[in-house]
């Protein structure tokens, strides 16, 4: 490969170098991919294409190979490496996909990782995915519940609601709750409501009650936004129609410093309902 570097070095031009070295990698990665993959972590900015590539040939042939290498490259080029080869390892042996993975605790992708670790039982065993990421500590099955919910949100609901149940972590419930509903009532609005109806009265019931208000075009907002219980959720249900979650959280904690009374709360939850987009 020391002729084709040679041309790489000589080149100006910054698409013609990227291509260049993609060509390399790829040539040299057959017959020694640890030392093209070596080369192309030393070249700096954006790689993580040729990486990609590098990653994908040699994980399929030599899976504990290319995970082992994950160590040797710089944390730049790890998190683009590691992920490419765990799309590899975890059909291929999902129990030492787990082992493998369980290095990079702490590590920004972990949570990545992790989701991927259920994809191949959340499509042929989705009860045993999602008994699986309720097992896990409660630090570390964020992502991959979420991603639990959201992916059977698009072909199953029902299913996906039914779950939602079994989650201990509100902070998780409550945000699965509001992504299902957002895919779920496009889908089946009637059967959000009857689900809905069959809730318990409390904080899930109106996380649900507002992501109905929040996210779904209903002409009757006003009978919607009067049955969530909590003042601030139903507040903030109202606001999030038109403004980013993140911001109604500030809008409404600001409001609290105003120390409104009754009348002013019910005044303000009039307009917001009439105004609503």
Do not use: C
């Not at 390892?89 to 030492?96: K, S, V």
């Not at 609601?161 to 509001?178: C, K, M, V």
């Not at 929040?214 to 006003?222: I, L, M, N, R, Y």
């Amino acid at each position: 490969p020391q002729g084709a570097i040679a041309m790489y070095e000589r080149v100006d031009d910054s698409n013609v170098k990227q291509t260049l070295a993609s060509y390399v990698a790829r040539g040299w990665g057959e017959s020694d991919p640890a030392a093209a993959a070596q080369w192309v972590s030393s070249l700096g900015g954006d790689q993580s294409e040729t990486l990609q590539i590098l990653a994908r040939h040699w994980a399929a042939k030599d899976i504990d190979a290319a995970a082992a290498f994950t160590n040797k490259l710089n944390e730049g080029d790890r998190n683009t490496w590691v992920n490419e080869v765990a799309q590899s390892f975890m059909y291929e042996d999902p129990e030492r996909y787990l082992q493998w993975i369980d290095q990079f605790r702490g590590e920004p992708y972990y949570g990545q990782l992790l989701t991927r670790a259920v994809w191949p039982s959340e499509r042929t065993d989705p009860e045993a995915a999602v008994s699986f990421v309720l097992g896990l500590d409660p630090s570390i099955r964020s992502a991959p519940l979420q991603s639990l919910i959201d992916q059977f949100a698009e072909h199953d609901p029902k299913r996906a609601a039914g779950w939602l149940s079994q989650i201990p972590d509100e902070d998780i419930r409550l945000a699965s709750t509001d992504s299902l509903i957002q895919k779920w009532s496009s889908q089946a609005p009637g059967d959000v409501e009857q689900w809905i109806d069959a809730l318990p009265e409390g904080t899930f019931k109106d996380a649900a009650l507002a992501a109905v208000v929040a996210h779904t075009g209903s002409s009757d907002v006003k009978s919607l936004s009067d049955r969530i219980t909590n003042r601030d959720t139903r507040i903030a249900a109202l606001f999030n129609r038109g403004v980013r979650p993140e911001v109604t959280t500030e809008i409404v904690a600001i409001l609290h410093e105003i120390a409104l009374d009754d009348r002013q709360w019910k005044a303000l939850e009039g307009a917001l309902a009439r105004t609503s987009p």
